[in-house]
């Protein structure tokens, strides 16, 4: 197969991912077959590369997304939580505030 050539997304890409770029290289442009005892490597079309590449890229993306809204969902429900425990404290130790007791409505005679 053709050996392409080093470039600054490619090496940005493996050292993100914690790969080594060669590896990250041919793993993206290359397919192993095994057939009994034997092992091919075998080059892949620059479309098949590119689309290796171009799914590699929406995994990453996806679970990336993923973890966001992960970190997002749990920062808003301990951010939620907190306030609405903040507001219960506040508002239950309020001197002017009453709260209506449950069946105790009052009657017009007194």
Known sequence: ????????????????LGVDEHTLSETLSTRTIR????TYVVAMEP?????????????VYN??????????NKSLST???????NSANATSKSPNR???TRGAAASPGG
């Open 1 to 16: 197969y053709t050996r392409a050539r080093p470039d600054s997304a490619r090496v940005s890409a493996a050292r993100l």
């Open 35 to 38: 057939a009994r005892e034997d």
């Open 47 to 59: 479309a098949q590369a590119e689309a290796n590449r171009d799914a590699l890229a929406k995994a």
């Open 63 to 72: 679970q990336l997304f993923l973890w966001l809204v992960d970190r997002i």
């Open 79 to 85: 951010s939620h939580g907190a306030a609405i425990r």
């Open 98 to 100: 009453r709260t209506p």
